[in-house]
């Protein structure tokens, strides 16, 4: 009798499925980390408006009002809305508080802008990781009431 060498279809077919199950398992961990990455940006996004709004209220005693979920400070008059993505300036003597407002990671999303007064406002991004618990940190922070609380929904106000 011949000594034949190889692997049974059985063998193969066994590890195929194991390779296949750790690919699908390394897939999913790859997803999550780029939804918590594109998250971080989204934290960083909000402080960084929130000291650019600082520095607006600085000015003018007041921040801006919100014009359809928008910073409305832009112009030379500081009443036109503010895109996502471009220059955040105002005044007479146009005074730049930042040179990008920096825009949602995602294309189909936004941060979203709302005057509460003269000296409060509220700027929220949707987070894409449900378990992020700095979401219901963040909100009891800006003055939501514990239990009230939206996942996914990332707040920053003023301090």
Do not use: H
Request: glycine share 8%; net charge neutral; with cysteine.
């Amino acid at each position: 009798m011949k000594d034949v060498r190889g692997f049974t279809l059985i063998e193969l077919l066994v590890v195929i499925t194991i390779i296949g199950t750790l690919a699908g398992l390394l897939f999913s961990n790859f997803s999550g980390a780029r939804e918590r990455v594109r998250d971080a940006k989204r934290k960083s996004d909000l402080t960084q408006i929130k000291s650019a709004l600082r520095l607006y209220y600085n000015d003018y005693q007041k921040y801006p009002p919100e014009n359809n979920s928008k910073i409305s400070g832009c112009g030379l008059d500081g009443t036109s809305s503010c895109s996502w993505g471009s220059a955040f300036y105002g005044g007479g003597v146009p005074t730049i508080y930042m040179n990008q407002l920096p825009a949602d990671p995602l294309s189909s999303q936004s941060y979203v802008y709302t005057r509460i007064n003269d000296d409060s406002y509220k700027l929220t991004a949707t987070l894409e990781n449900a378990s992020d618990d700095s979401a219901a940190k963040s909100q009891i922070a800006c003055g939501v009431q514990q239990g009230l609380t939206v996942v996914k929904t990332y707040m920053v106000c003023p301090d």
